[in-house]
C-alpha cells in the first residue's frame, strides 16, 4: 500500500497576497505539493487569489479559485467542488487559520473532507501558546516561562517565581510599546507601572539575553520515521525575529552533542504531535551554560535550551531548508501527506538513494533579509521580535566569508561586500548599530571591527557569536592589509577571491575598475569553479544540475551547455517593485524554452522563489545576478544568449554592461533599452516622434526649478534623477513643498540633478503592454487604474478589461506604441504608461522589459506575452494576437503590509508601498474588486464606517458615493466638518473628537472598541493644517486592523460595491468559467 | 607547504595546519557536518586519511579528553577545505591546530575536497601519504592486524550492576561504555585476544566493539565469538564486531568501494517501514547473512546488509553505530534492546 486510494481529488489552500511575513515561499511549497499531488493522478483544486504565482498556472492545478482564503468563500468552494481531501499546510498561517477555522465550525465533517498530512489537532495544539508549552513539559522539553500579570504586585511575584532579568512585554499593546527588560524590582515596577497604564495585562518572560537560535526542519512519515533535513544557526542572538536574522546553514558553532540533543529534542516534539508532513522547531541554546546545573553524565551534560517556537507546517525557514540543501521539502511532505512512507520515496537529486536520510552538505549558505524601509515614510527601522524584511537572498560557498559576502551583494542595494562606506556613520551611531540592529548592523559591525573595536566587545553589545565575528573581522583584516600593501599578486588575488571580495570592491581599495580586476584575474587564470548541490555531499553522484560557484575548488562539476542554450536572469531578492510576478515571468520563459528545444540555465538567488527549483531549468546557477557572475556564466557555459527582460528590473539593468562586454542578449538591444531609460535621450526621442508628454526639465538650482513649476503650474512631481535606495519622489502643490521636498532631496548638485515634471490632478492612468518582433507590435493589452494618476501602478488597482477607457484614446495609446516600437526596434516585452486627461494622452514611461501585469494579463485575457515574446525570438514573423472580447472583469488588487510595520505612515503615492497583490474575477467591477478587496484581507463593514473627507472639492467629489451608505444599516462616523457636511446633506453621521482633542466621543475609543471596521480619509494636499491629526487616524486604524481607503477614486468604487453587493451575490466560480 | 599523494599518483598540494611529519594509510572520506572530535578519536578510524567533505573544521575547537571517543587522535592524517583558526565555544580548550601539533598528526588545507572525494568514489578508496620534506613509502593499514594497535593492553572494570559484559576491545569508542554504564550494567573491557572463557570471567553477555581494517585479519577475536556462540551466550556486535560475528557464524564479508563514513546512512529494519538514520564508518561489509541467521537491518541507499540476528538466539550485530558520537541518537535503543533479550533469555 502506499498512497491512500480513496483520496482523488484535493483541495489545496495557498497564501493569497505577498505580506511580510508570508510571501513567495509558498508559491514554491504550494507548487510542489501540486506536482506532487499530480504525479499521483489526483485532481488538485487551488484556491489562492495571487494571480502573480507558477500555482495558478494552466500547467499546475487543474482548477483554480482566484478567490479569499476565507472560511467563508472555501466553504462555498468545497460545497460546490466535494474534495475528498485538503492541504492546510502549504499556504501559510493564512491557509492554516482557514483550514482551523473549517475545523472548528464542522464543515470539514459535514462535507467528509479527510485532512491529509498532519493531523488538525497538532496544528491547533502549536496554535495555543499555554496548551502547547503545557504539552512540551509532559515529555521533559523545556519552553521559557512566561505568565500574564494584570497588577504590579502579580508582577512582582511571578518576576520572582521566574528570576531576573525578565522580558515585561505589554499584552494586546501596539508595536512592543512599553516592553522591555529589567533586571530588578525597582525596574519591574516602573516598567510595569507604565505597561500596564495602556494594556490590561502583561506578560512577564524569562529574558534569555543573547542565547543563540537554532532551527531545525524535521520530516516526519506515518510509520513515525523521522529525519531532520536541515540545521540552521541565527548569526543574530535571540530576540530577533526569524525571519529578520542573518540565518546560516548549516549550523556553524554547535558541537556534536549540541546538534545531535536538539535534533533529539526537534525529533521528539515531532512524535509527539504525531506530525505526518514537515515541521519546522526553533530553539533557544544558552552559549554559556552553567555547568554545575547542566553537567550530569561524565559525557552527557544536558543543554540549557528552551523551544521558542513550533510551525507545524511549511515556512519560510522550511523554504530556505529546500534550496540549502536540495531536499524538496514541500514535494516529500505532500507525498507524506496522501500516505506514503519515507523510504518508499527516491531522493530526486541522486536518482538512486533513498528520501529517508538527511542532507550532508559540502558548503555554507547564508540567508540575508532585505528591507525596504526606506519605501515606509516614519517606519521605525529597529530590528526586533516582528518581521519586517520583504524579502531575502542565500549565498554559497566554501568559506563562510565566500557565501556571507556573495549574499550581502545579491541584496542588489549596491553593496560590495562585508564592508559599506557608503554611509559616513559616527562611532557613537556605529555601536548603536551594532548594539540595537537596524537592517544596517551587518555593516556596523563591520564598521566596529575596522575601527578597532575587539570581536569581544562587539560580541558584547551584539550577541552575535564570536566565530561570525572573526570571520567578518577576518575580511576587515584583508581589507585593510589590501588598502595598506596595495600589492595584488596571483596568491594574494585568489585568497580575497576565496573570501568572497567582488572584483570591483577588490578594485575599489587599490583604485582600480572592477574590470581592470577582471583581466587581471583571467590573465592569473583565477576563475571560479561550479559545483553542484547534490545533498549528499559528493558520496553519491548527483544527475540534477543546482548550480553554485566558488574559488574554493579547482574543478568543475559539470560541462559547459553551449550551443543552444540561453541564459534567463531572474529577478533577484523580492522587494518593493519586484515580487513574484517576475518569477512567474521567468519559469515562463524557462517553459517556452523547452517548447523550442533550447537548454535553459537561469541565475537567481532568491530561496523563495520557484524559478529556483532544480527541476525547472535545465541548469539553475543559484547566484549572484551581478555583472561579475553573470559574466563568469556567460563565459563558462559560452550560451546562444542572455534573457535579461523577464526578471523585473535588476536583470534589465545589466543589459548594457553586459553587451558592452560582448554578451549576446536576446531581445531589443541593449543601446535602445539604454535610449528608452535615459530620461533625456526618451525625452528628445518623444519630441522627435511628436509625442505627448509632461512638461519636465532637470535642475540643480532651486530658483531655476521654481522658475519652472511657476510656468507649467503646480502642482509638480519632484525626483532625484540618482537614487541610492530608491526614494524621495513627491508632488509639490506650492513653493513651499517644492522648497521643503528639494532639500529632502538633499544632493541637489550639479552632479546629481532632481527631476521637475508637471503633475496632473485627476487624470487617469492607462497601461499597455505587449510584445513586438522586430519592431513590429505583435500582441498588446490596455489596462486601466482604478485612482487617478499618483498612485504608483504598484499600488494601483487594475481592471480589465480597460472598458472606462474611450476607443479614441485607445487608439492613440496603439498609434504611440507603434510609434515606439519601431523606433525602438524592439523585440521583446514592454510596457507604456500613459497619462489621459480630457481626451488627450501622454506618456509617462516606457519600460522595455516585462511588466508586473504580466501573469495578470495572461490569465485574465489567455495572452501569454512571456510565450510570444520566447517564439518572437525563434520563429519569424510571429501572428498577431488581438485582445479577445472578456467575458468577465477581473480587478488587481494591491497588498499592504502597513500593520507590520509600526510608524508607517498608510498612504498610496507616488512611491510604491504595496508588498503584494490578488486579482479576482467578477462579472462587473464591483463584484471583483469586493473578492480582491476581502482577499487582502478587508471585509464587508458591519460595525461602523469612519469617513474624513479635507477640502471642500473633496467632500463635494465623494457625496454622491457616501449618500449611498444612508441605507446600509451601520452607523456612520465622522470628523465634525465632514460631519456637519454630510449632516447638512441628509445623512445621518456621528460626529467623533479628534484624537489630539482628548475628548470623548474620541476617534480613538472607537477604532479601540472595534466600532469601526472601516476607514474612509481622504486628504487634500492643499490645505494646511495647524495639527495634522490624519496620520495618526491612518495609524491607528493600521494598528486595529481596519481597512483604510485614502483615495477617491477606490473610496467611490468601494462604497458601490458594498451597497451594490452583498456577500452571497459573490459568485463562487472557478478561473475556467471565467474565461 | 605539504603534499597529499595517492597511490594512483593524484598529487595535491596543500597547506598544512598539524605537525609537519610524513604520514601514509589508506584515504578515505567522510561526510558528517559536526563531530570532528569525535571522528578523529575513534579508533576505527586508524591507519587512516581522513577527507573531512565538510569545509569548516575547527570551528568549536577542542574540549577536554573526557569527551572524546578514545584517548588521542586515532586517524594518521586529516585533510579539509577550510581550517577554523578562531574557534567559539565554552568547551574549547585549544584550536584543533595546536591539539594536532600536540598529537603529531599531519593535518592539510586543500580547497578542493570536493574534487578529491568524487575521485574516490568514483576509483575507489586508495592508499595515500602526506609528505612535507620527506617521500616515505605507501602503507596499507588493511594487509596488517591493526585492530591490535587500537585495543586496550589492559583489562579495564566499569560501573556496577546485575548484569557484567564483557566488551572486546577493536577498537571500542567510549561511548559504547557510556551506553552501557547508563543503563546499570558493570563492563570488563579485554583486549581483542583476550579469552574470557579460558580465563573463566564470570559474565552475561559478551560485546564486540568497532575497529579499524579488515575484519578477517582479527582471527584470534572470531575463534573467542565462536565460542561465545557455542555456549549460547548474549552477543552483540557494533561495526566491525558486526563483520566479526558474521564471519565467526560461518558468513563472509568483502571491501566496499569507498565506504560508508557518515552520519546521514538510512537503515530499513527488516520486513519494515521502520528507517533510522545513522553513523557509519566502515570500509568491509557482510556479504553473505551467516547460516541460521536473519539480515536485521538493510542500508536504503545501496541495499548493503546493515546488521544480523539470529533467529533463535540472542546474538545479533548491527554495522552501524547506535551509540552516536558523532551523529544522531535514533538507535541507542539497540542496547536495550539486547539488555532486554539478555534478561528474557535467562528467564527461559
Redesign the interface.
Same mark, same amino acid.
Given at each position: 500500500m502506499k498512497k491512500n486510494k480513496r483520496i482523488k481529488h484535493v483541495l489545496i489552500l495557498g497564501s493569497g497576497a505577498l505580506k511580510i511575513g508570508e510571501a513567495g515561499e509558498f508559491d514554491y511549497s504550494g507548487s510542489q505539493a501540486i506536482k506532487a499531488l499530480k504525479e499521483e493522478g489526483i485532481r488538485t483544486i487551488l484556491v489562492n487569489p495571487n494571480i502573480a504565482t507558477i500555482q495558478t498556472s494552466k500547467e499546475l492545478a487543474d482548477e483554480v479559485y482566484f478567490l479569499p482564503v476565507t472560511p467563508e468563500f472555501v466553504e462555498k468552494i468545497i460545497e460546490k467542488e466535494k474534495p475528498d481531501g485538503i492541504l492546510l499546510s502549504f499556504g501559510g498561517q493564512t491557509a492554516l487559520n482557514c483550514g482551523i477555522a473549517l475545523q472548528k465550525t464542522g464543515i470539514l465533517k459535514k462535507y467528509n473532507v479527510q485532512i491529509l498530512g498532519t493531523p488538525i489537532s497538532a496544528i491547533m495544539l502549536t496554535e495555543d501558546r499555554n496548551k502547547f508549552a503545557n504539552h512540551l513539559h509532559k515529555i521533559n522539553i523545556p519552553t521559557p516561562e512566561s505568565r500574564a500579570a494584570r497588577s504590579i504586585d502579580n508582577a512582582i511575584k511571578i518576576a520572582k517565581k521566574i528570576g531576573y532579568p525578565v522580558m515585561v512585554r505589554a499584552g494586546f499593546a501596539l508595536g512592543g510599546q512599553g516592553s522591555g527588560v529589567v533586571y530588578d524590582e525597582k525596574n519591574l515596577i516602573k516598567t510595569a507601572q507604565h505597561a500596564l497604564a495602556f494594556a490590561p495585562q502583561i506578560l512577564i518572560e524569562k529574558y534569555l539575553h543573547h542565547f543563540k537560535e537554532i532551527e531545525y526542519e524535521v520530516v516526519r512519515d506515518k510509520y513515525d520515521n523521522c529525519i531532520t533535513v536541515c540545521n540552521m544557526e541565527n548569526m543574530d542572538p535571540l530576540g530577533i525575529h526569524t525571519g529578520e536574522s542573518i540565518v546560516v546553514a548549516p549550523s556553524q558553532t554547535l558541537n556534536n552533542q549540541e546538534y545531535h540533543e536538539l535534533r533529539r529534542a526537534s525529533i521528539e516534539i515531532v512524535r509527539s504531535l504525531g506530525i505526518v508532513g514537515e515541521c519546522n522547531v526553533q530553539f533557544a541554546l544558552n552559549p554559556r551554560p552553567q555547568r554545575s546545573r547542566f553537567e550530569r553524565w561524565q559525557n552527557e551534560q544536558l543543554l540549557d535550551y528552551f523551544v521558542i517556537e513550533v510551525n507545524a507546517r511549511l515556512s519560510r525557514s522550511s523554504a530556505l531548508a529546500s534550496k540549502a540543501t536540495g531536499y524538496p521539502l514541500a514535494y516529500i511532505a505532500a507525498k507524506l501527506g496522501i500516505g506514503y512512507g519515507l523510504t518508499e520515496i527516491k531522493n530526486k537529486v541522486t536518482g538512486a538513494t533513498s528520501a529517508c536520510f538527511e542532507p550532508a552538505l559540502d558548503y555554507v549558505v547564508t540567508k540575508i533579509p532585505r528591507w525596504d524601509m526606506e519605501k515606509f515614510k516614519g517606519a521605525d527601522k529597529k530590528l526586533g521580535s516582528s518581521m519586517k524584511s520583504v524579502g531575502e537572498v542565500m549565498g554559497i560557498g566554501r568559506t563562510f566569508e565566500e557565501s556571507y559576502q556573495k549574499a550581502i551583494r545579491m541584496l542588489d542595494m549596491n553593496y560590495e561586500g562585508a564592508v559599506s562606506e557608503n554611509e559616513n556613520k559616527k562611532t557613537s551611531e556605529i555601536l548603536e548599530g551594532v548594539k540595537n540592529p537596524t537592517p544596517q548592523r551587518m555593516f556596523d559591525i563591520a564598521s566596529a571591527l575596522k575601527k578597532g573595536f575587539s570581536v569581544k566587545e562587539v560580541h558584547k553589545l551584539s550577541g552575535v557569536d564570536p566565530w561570525f565575528l572573526h570571520r567578518i573581522k577576518n575580511i576587515t583584516n584583508h581589507e585593510d592589509e589590501l588598502s595598506k600593501n596595495k600589492i595584488l599578486d596571483r596568491n594574494k588575488l585568489l585568497e580575497l577571491k576565496q573570501l568572497g571580495f567582488s572584483d570591483k570592491r577588490i578594485g575599489n581599495i587599490i583604485g582600480k575598475k572592477g574590470l581592470e580586476i577582471r583581466k587581471i584575474r583571467k590573465a592569473f587564470k583565477i576563475i571560479p569553479s561550479v559545483l553542484q548541490i547534490d545533498t549528499l555531499a559528493s558520496e553519491f553522484p548527483a544527475i540534477t544540475n543546482y548550480l553554485y560557484m566558488t574559488y574554493n575548488a579547482n574543478h568543475s562539476d559539470i560541462k559547459p551547455s553551449r550551443k543552444n542554450s540561453v541564459i534567463v536572469l531572474g529577478s533577484g531578492p523580492y522587494h518593493i517593485g519586484s515580487s513574484v510576478e517576475f518569477d512567474w515571468c521567468s519559469v515562463n520563459t524557462v517553459m517556452n524554452l523547452k517548447k523550442h528545444k533550447k537548454q535553459s540555465i537561469i541565475i537567481n538567488c532568491n530561496p523563495e522563489t520557484v524559478s529556483t527549483d532544480y527541476d525547472i531549468s535545465d541548469k539553475l546557477y543559484f547566484e549572484e545576478l551581478t555583472f561579475e557572475k553573470i559574466a563568469d556564466i556567460y563565459e563558462y557555459e559560452n550560451p546562444d544568449g542572455v534573457i535579461v527582460s523577464v526578471g523585473g528590473q535588476t536583470p534589465n539593468n545589466r543589459a548594457k554592461a553586459l553587451h558592452k562586454y560582448g554578451a549576446k542578449i536576446l531581445g531589443t538591444n541593449p543601446v535602445d533599452i539604454d535610449r528608452a531609460e535615459d530620461r533625456n535621450k526618451f525625452s528628445s526621442l518623444l519630441d522627435k516622434l511628436k509625442i505627448k508628454q509632461p512638461a519636465w526639465n532637470a535642475f540643480s538650482d532651486l530658483e531655476n526649478a521654481e522658475k519652472f513649476a511657476e510656468k507649467v503650474g503646480y502642482p509638480v512631481l519632484i525626483r532625484p534623477s540618482f537614487v541610492l535606495s530608491g526614494s524621495a519622489m513627491n508632488i509639490c502643490f506650492d513653493k513651499k513643498d517644492l522648497k521643503t521636498y528639494l532639500k529632502e532631496a538633499a544632493s541637489v548638485s550639479k552632479k546629481y540633478p532632481v527631476t521637475v515634471s508637471k503633475f496632473f490632478e485627476q487624470a487617469k492612468e492607462i497601461e499597455l503592454d505587449g510584445i513586438a518582433q522586430n519592431g513590429s507590435i505583435k500582441a498588446s493589452v490596455i489596462s486601466e487604474h482604478i485612482e487617478y494618476a499618483g498612485v504608483h501602478s504598484g499600488d494601483a488597482s487594475i481592471v480589465l478589461p480597460a472598458d472606462r477607457v474611450n476607443t479614441k484614446t485607445k487608439n492613440e495609446m496603439h498609434k504611440i506604441s507603434e510609434k515606439l516600437a519601431k523606433e525602438l526596434n524592439i523585440t521583446g516585452p514592454f510596457n507604456i504608461q500613459f497619462l489621459a486627461k480630457d481626451n488627450e494622452v501622454f506618456i509617462i514611461e516606457i519600460n522595455l522589459r516585462a511588466s508586473r501585469t504580466f501573469p495578470f494579463i495572461a490569465k485574465v485575457t489567455g495572452i501569454n506575452l512571456i510565450e510570444l515574446f520566447v517564439n518572437s525570438l525563434y520563429k519569424k514573423n510571429i501572428k498577431y494576437i488581438k485582445t479577445p472580447k472578456l467575458k468577465s472583469t477581473a480587478i488587481k488588487v494591491a497588498q499592504f503590509s502597513f500593520t507590520r510595520l509600526a510608524g508607517a505612515q498608510p498612504m498610496l503615492g507616488v512611491e510604491m508601498a504595496s508588498t503584494g497583490e490578488v486579482a479576482c474575477f467578477g462579472a462587473d467591477r464591483e463584484e471583483a474588486f469586493l473578492k480582491g478587496i476581502i482577499a487582502t484581507g478587508g471585509k464587508i463593514p458591519k460595525k461602523g464606517i469612519f469617513i474624513s473627507l479635507g477640502g471642500d472639492k473633496k467632500k463635494q467629489d465623494l457625496l454622491r458615493s457616501v449618500l449611498k451608505l444612508k441605507n446600509f444599516g451601520v452607523t456612520l462616523f465622522a470628523t465634525e466638518k465632514t460631519a456637519k457636511f454630510l449632516n447638512q446633506n441628509g445623512l445621518k453621521v456621528k460626529s467623533l473628537y479628534k484624537i489630539h482633542e482628548k475628548k470623548s466621543p474620541n476617534i480613538l475609543d472607537n477604532f479601540r472598541n472595534k466600532k469601526v471596521d472601516l476607514v474612509i480619509n481622504i486628504v487634500d494636499k492643499n490645505i494646511k493644517k495647524e495639527i495634522n491629526d490624519d496620520h495618526a487616524i491612518r495609524r491607528m486604524a493600521s494598528d486595529n486592523n481596519i481597512l483604510i481607503l485614502t483615495k477617491i477614486k477606490k473610496a467611490e468604487l468601494f462604497i458601490n460595491s458594498i451597497t451594490d453587493k452583498k456577500f452571497d451575490d459573490l459568485m463562487i466560480k472557478s478561473w475556467s468559467e471565467y474565461i | 607547504m605539504g603534499k597529499l599523494i595517492l597511490e594512483d599518483g593524484t598529487e595535491i598540494d596543500g597547506k598544512p595546519f598539524g605537525a609537519i611529519t610524513e604520514t601514509s594509510g589508506e584515504t578515505v &572520506?567522510a @561526510?558528517?557536518?559536526?563531530?570532528y572530535?569525535?571522528t578523529l578519536t575513534d579508533p576505527s578510524f586508524a591507519g587512516q586519511i581522513l577527507i573531512l567533505?565538510?569545509?569548516?573544521i575547527g570551528?568549536?575547537g577542542v574540549?577536554d579528553k573526557?569527551?572524546w571517543e578514545s584517548d588521542r587522535i586515532q586517524v594518521s592524517g586529516l585533510i579539509v577545505?577550510?581550517y577554523?583558526d578562531?574557534?567559539?565555544?565554552?568547551?574549547s580548550k585549544k584550536t584543533l591546530s595546536q591539539w594536532l601539533k600536540q598529537e603529531k598528526i599531519p593535518a592539510l588545507i586543500i580547497?578542493?575536497?570536493? &574534487?578529491l @572525494?568524487?575521485h574516490l568514489?568514483e576509483k575507489g578508496v586508495m592508499l595515500g601519504k602526506i609528505n612535507f620534506k620527506k617521500n616515505i613509502d605507501f602503507f596499507d593499514p588493511n594487509k596488517i592486524n591493526i585492530v591490535e594497535s587500537v585495543s586496550t593492553k589492559k583489562i579495564l572494570e566499569h560501573g556496577k550492576g546485575d548484569k557484567t559484559i564483557v566488551i572486546i576491545d577493536c577498537g571500542a569508542k567510549?561511548?559504547i561504555r557510556?551506553c552501557f554504564l547508563?543503563r546499570g550494567v558493570k563492563t570488563i573491557t579485554v583486549p581483542w585476544d583476550y579469552d574470557p572463557f579460558e580465563k573463566n570471567l564470570k559474565f552475561d553477555a559478551l560485546f564486540i566493539s568497532n575497529g579499524p581494517g579488515d575484519p578477517k585479519k582479527a582471527k584470534k577475536t572470531i575463534s573467542i565469538i565462536k565460542k561465545a556462540l557455542d555456549r549460547k551466550l548474549p552477543t552483540l556486535g557494533i561495526c566491525l564486531g558486526n563483520q566479526l560475528l558474521a564471519l565467526a557464524a560461518g558468513g563472509d564479508t568483502y571491501k566496499l568501494k569507498y565506504g560508508h563514513r557518515?552520519?546521514?546512512?538510512?537503515c530499513?529494519l527488516q520486513d519494515?517501514?521502520?528507517?533510522y538514520?545513522t553513523t557509519q564508518n566502515h570500509g568491509f561489509a557482510v556479504g553473505k547473512v551467516p547460516p541460521g541467521f536473519n539480515r536485521w537491518f538493510t542500508n536504503?541507499?545501496?541495499g548493503s546488509i546493515e546488521g544480523i540476528i539470529h533467529k533463535k538466539y540472542p546474538f545479533m550485530s548491527v554495522q552501524f553505530h547506535p551509540e552516536?558520537?558523532?551523529?544522531?541518537?535514533?538507535t541507542e535503543w539497540i542496547f536495550d534492546y539486547f539488555l532486554k533479550k539478555i534478561k528474557n533469555y535467562e528467564k527461559k
Open positions: - | &572520506f @561526510t558528517g557536518m559536526t563531530g572530535t569525535e567533505t565538510y569545509p569548516l570551528n568549536y574540549p573526557k569527551y577545505s577550510d577554523i578562531r574557534p567559539s565555544h565554552h568547551q580547497k578542493d575536497t570536493r &574534487f @572525494t568524487k568514489r567510549n561511548n557510556r547508563k557518515s552520519q546521514n546512512q538510512p530499513i519494515s517501514k521502520k528507517c538514520i536504503g541507499n545501496d552516536a558520537t558523532p551523529g544522531p541518537k535514533d
